[in-house]
């Protein structure tokens, strides 16, 4: 059993009444989740509460989520739906329509930034992020306080591979999850690139030494790897809105040594099930 959130916040009984709890999931309608964003930060950022990388957004529409004076706790959505990570705490200086607040960092729980672990089951309400901590708090347990400030999941298998750009790129550059990128290079398959804002396909493959790290660091370093219809998005769009819109997920992998016709082979499959010539951005 979990050791009780207040036993590490050690908060009085007025103060849980005058705080809040952010429950921080997704950086907008379908955007990047917020634990990905934290994690784009550098460390000391991260180590200092990062107000940039939460919410402290000071409305839900027309609904006042702070007032000045209030305590706010903040927590992301780790890969797990109810494991999250404390990122920050601050007291509410300001609340400005229609703009994250402006807060003072809570200087005292800062050893805690990046490291506290807690079990808290969200519920139904999905939509909404900001509540009063007194909901919560009894219900939120310390799962772990890692000894060291968080540095992403590690690789949890082929199977569970789905990467935004922004994070393999950080992951291409050994800045999170290493062995991530030792995984994709020891592996070839067929994979998908998604575009979030209009829902296209394109599905690649990879062959060969090097495997899936070697053609997945070719679309970083040129944005569409040399597909026709990736370089005219390219062309119109340019390299940004790759690095917003795109993911990249493993559909099928093989050892490296596998038969490349067979690979190609599930490429033309999968082109064919997903219709991603006529509805996608495969172009063959």
Request: negative net charge; hydrophobic residues 35%; aromatic residues 14%.
């Amino acid at each position: 059993m979990g050791i009780p959130l207040n036993s590490i916040l050690n908060l009085s009984e007025s103060q849980v009444k005058d705080s809040k709890i952010e429950l921080n999931m997704l950086y907008g309608k379908a955007g990047q989740t917020f634990i990905d964003r934290w994690l784009e930060y550098s460390e000391d950022e991260r180590r200092a509460g990062a107000p940039g990388a939460t919410s402290y957004w000071g409305w839900y529409g027309k609904q006042r989520n702070f007032h000045e004076g209030q305590w706010v706790f903040s927590f992301v959505r780790l890969y797990h739906g109810n494991e999250w990570l404390f990122v920050s705490a601050a007291k509410v200086l300001s609340v400005p329509k229609d703009e994250q607040a402006e807060v003072e960092i809570l200087t005292q729980y800062a050893p805690l930034f990046g490291r506290m672990i807690i079990d808290l089951e969200k519920g139904q309400t999905f939509g909404r992020y900001c509540f009063n901590l007194g909901k919560y708090l009894e219900a939120a347990t310390v799962r772990e306080i890692l000894p060291v400030l968080y540095s992403g999941e590690t690789f949890q298998g082929y199977d569970r591979v789905s990467l935004p750009y922004a994070k393999l790129d950080r992951i291409f550059k050994r800045e999170i999850l290493p062995t991530y990128h030792d995984a994709l290079e020891s592996v070839t398959g067929v994979y998908c690139l998604t575009d979030r804002k209009t829902g296209k396909l394109y599905i690649g493959s990879a062959t060969g030494t090097g495997g899936v790290a070697q053609r997945w660091g070719s679309y970083l370093g040129s944005k569409h790897g040399g597909n026709k219809k990736l370089q005219e998005l390219h062309d119109r769009e340019g390299g940004e809105y790759f690095e917003r819109y795109f993911t990249f997920t493993l559909l099928e992998y093989y050892g490296l040594s596998y038969d490349s016709e067979k690979i190609l082979q599930r490429e033309q499959w999968w082109k064919d099930c997903l219709d991603t010539r006529a509805h996608g951005y495969n172009d063959n």
